[in-house]
């Protein structure tokens, strides 16, 4: 199993935290191992909902998974496999947030545990292992930054510079341009 944990002290309430984190679509400017959000419904009233989600691990990206999401209001936060997907017979993953209050600000502690399953488990847990922790140390680092940002009152940063949805239009052409450049069989 890996397991990977790092905090950060931000400029904001855990509540803005909290709601921050559980708005996938505003929240994976900022984590890389989100690839694309699909559904991402509000919280209900026990503060639970699902979401499904595309993730990618060191550009290793998983089909579409399932993830329970339950929110402790307004301490924690924790993203955890749960469905009957492909994605679950590869790999189990949880990921949370613990927020405190702390003077000014609050400190955040993120954490990961990713279990991989099948014969080639322990081949990916020792590919991933350095990559988790730095990858979970500049997550908490971009969190910060994007709270102090907004402490200042400075616009986001689009930190992953995610490239927009290609149109019906550019995969067509790009669809010809690779048919024109093949070569000609007779």
């Known amino acids: 199993m890996l397991l990977a944990h790092d905090s950060v002290h931000v400029a904001a309430t855990p509540r803005e935290v909290l709601e921050f984190v559980c708005d996938l679509q505003a929240y994976w400017t900022l984590d890389s191992k989100i690839a694309k959000v699909y559904d991402n419904p509000p919280l209900g009233a026990d503060g639970t ?12 990206r998983s089909p579409r998974q399932r993830l329970s999401v339950k929110l402790d209001r307004w301490r924690s936060v924790t993203f955890e496999s749960d469905g009957p997907w492909l994605t679950d017979r590869l790999m189990w993953m949880r990921g949370s947030f613990v927020v405190d209050p702390r003077g000014r600000g609050s400190l955040v502690t993120h954490s990961y545990r990713f279990w991989f399953k099948g014969f080639y488990g322990p081949l990916m847990e020792r590919y991933l292992r350095d990559w988790l922790e730095r990858d979970l140390h500049d997550e908490v680092q971009r969190i910060k ?5 907004q402490a200042a009152g400075l616009p ?15 995969r067509t052409r790009d669809k010809i341009k690779q048919w024109r450049s093949m070569p000609n069989p007779w």
């Open 49 to 60: 909902t699902h979401v499904v989600i595309q993730g990618s691990i060191r550009g290793i």
């Open 145 to 149: 930054s994007h709270f102090d940002r």
């Open 156 to 170: 986001p940063l689009n930190v992953l510079h995610r490239r927009p949805a290609r149109t019906e239009e550019q």
